[in-house]
């Protein structure tokens, strides 16, 4: 059995969303984030690149992403 009283960050998927978690995604505002249509997302990266003074910044929501990104930055295909 996963002791989840302790952080855990071996996957994405071990995170339980609290009961305040879920209402806060149930009461979220919507919109594609592909278009730039995202308020929430909008206003995280807006206040994420202010704080480190960046001109913006991007909202990955799984470790599996931030790796692809940190790959192909560092990478050229083939």
């Known amino acids: 059995m996963i ?3 302790r952080i855990d ?3 994405d ?3 339980l969303p609290t ?3 879920k209402e ?3 009461n979220a505002a919507l919109g594609d984030d592909v278009y730039g249509e995202d308020p929430t997302v909008n206003q995280l990266e807006k206040k994420v690149a202010a704080m480190f003074g960046m001109e913006a910044a991007l909202f990955c929501p799984t470790g599996t992403m931030t790796n692809q ?3 192909k930055v560092h ?3 083939g």
Do not use: D, F, Y
């Open 3 to 5: 002791n989840l009283s």
């Open 9 to 11: 960050l071996r996957s």
């Open 13 to 15: 998927t071990l995170t």
């Open 19 to 21: 009961r305040g978690m």
């Open 24 to 26: 806060a995604m149930a």
């Open 69 to 71: 990104l940190g790959i």
């Open 75 to 77: 990478t050229q295909p």
